[in-house]
């Protein structure tokens, strides 16, 4: 029976010297092993949200203010030491770059370095580094200089950092911001292996990556929760479009022929074959 790892609980933040709230008594729950999505528009809160979770906010972000409660992995997100934090939650950020220390000379020894300060012992090290090398494709990475690779090479390195601690809960903040079609194509592939062996949160600006990949769907909107339930419900409403939040591509181009012809919409499609099957309604 599946139990929430993740429990937010009327959770409200503001950054220093800001009467806004970034973000706005928000309350949802997510199961261990699920894949849920995170969207919305521009400060939404979504990289909040994230820092919340992963402990980041008290000890990053001091002077801000915090109400309400956030529960990660069992651990309390709002007191607990990152070093602790670190072996139960992963966060990889859109710029990936900051997750590599500049002072290692090869790939290899750039994922050993952080298991290094927690102190892994070798052998551990030696054994996760192959693991996860092999899982992500980047055996030929190995003796490379990291400071020498392409955006999506140092993504996939900077994951392997992140996965080789071997988390619990696996966060990942617009990780295809810096990548082109054939790294985003990569990175869903990686993520649909790691699905249902890793909690994942996934921050995401390309709806088109999300079908068939979350088992669940957050929105926000100006820091508050606007919808928390199934991906497919909320894409295939109509109200999803005029909330300007974005939706997949496909879905989009159904709703506007629709629209040109003055037929009701309906149901929008939500996958790539759901929107083959309408476009072939749709005169």
């Avoid at 859109?94 to 090869?106: D, E, N, Y």
């Avoid at 999803?240 to 629209?259: K, M, N, R």
Wanted: net charge negative; charged share 25%.
């Amino acid at each position: 029976m599946a139990h929430p790892i993740i429990t937010v609980e009327d959770y409200s933040f503001s950054y220093k010297a800001s009467n806004k709230k970034a973000l706005d008594r928000l309350s949802f729950s997510i199961d261990e092993f699920e894949c849920c999505g995170i969207i919305g528009p521009s400060e939404a809160g979504k990289s909040t949200l994230c820092y919340a979770i992963t402990s980041v906010l008290p000890h990053y972000f001091s002077g801000g203010k915090t109400e309400g409660r956030v529960l990660t992995a069992g651990l309390d997100a709002l007191s607990t030491p990152m070093d602790l934090m670190m072996k139960k939650v992963g966060l990889l950020i859109q710029s990936s770059g900051v997750f590599l220390s500049g002072i290692k000379p090869t790939v290899r020894e750039e994922i050993a370095f952080s298991m290094e300060n927690l102190g892994i012992s070798r052998t551990e090290i030696v054994e996760r580094i192959q693991s996860v090398m092999e899982e992500l494709g980047i055996e030929s990475l190995a003796e490379r200089d990291p400071l020498t690779l392409s955006g999506g090479e140092m993504q996939r390195v900077a994951l392997a950092c992140v996965l080789a601690l071997d988390p619990q809960v696996l966060i990942l903040d617009e990780p295809t911001s810096s990548l082109d079609g054939e790294g985003v194509r990569d990175l869903r592939l990686i993520l649909s292996k790691l699905k249902g062996k890793k909690t994942i949160l996934l921050v995401e600006q390309r709806m088109e990556l999300l079908p068939g990949l979350i088992d669940s769907l957050l929105v926000l909107r100006e820091g508050k929760k606007v919808y928390s339930g199934h991906a497919e419900r909320f894409f295939s409403s109509i109200g999803s479009l005029e909330e300007d939040i974005g939706a997949p591509i496909w879905t989009q181009v159904c709703y506007h022929i629709a629209s040109r012809g003055n037929r009701t919409a309906g149901t929008l499609p939500y996958t790539y074959r759901q929107a083959l099957k309408a476009l072939g309604t749709i005169r």
